[in-house]
């Protein structure tokens, strides 16, 4: 069974950078979409980063020109990179994707998440 990992979360000063990664077990042809959500307590969860099957990206408001989405198909890691950080970044990070194999079967799955503090 396809099994999402994050990692790259952590504690770091305001304007720092960190570089999640949500990387998938077991073979499969391809990464189709994948989407970083963030949790925080008291707010919805909200969609914060997201690449298509055509590698077209959307970005939330608060993020736009601070975070990128890439993808790498053939480590099977989807990465976030977010720079410029600030507290109100802080939350929990998970990611949630699609998979395709050849046979046209797909795959869709969450991660279990990785924490994310900003310190002012």
């Known amino acids: 069974q396809v099994q999402l990992v994050e990692s790259g979360g952590g504690l770091v000063q305001a304007g720092g950078s960190l570089k999640l990664s949500c990387a998938a077990s077991?073979?499969?042809?391809?990464?189709?979409?994948a989407d970083w959500y963030r949790q925080t307590p008291g707010k919805q969860r909200e969609l914060v980063a997201g690449i298509s099957g055509g590698d077209s990206t959307t970005y939330a408001d608060s993020v736009k020109g601070r975070f990128t989405i890439s993808r790498d198909n053939a480590k099977n890691t989807v990465y976030l990179q977010m720079n410029s950080l600030k507290p109100e970044d802080t939350g929990f990070y998970h990611c949630n994707a699609e998979v395709w194999w050849p046979d046209g079967q797909t795959w869709n799955g969450w991660g279990q998440g990785t924490q994310v503090t900003v310190s002012s």
């Open positions: 077991g073979s499969f042809d391809r990464f189709n979409y």
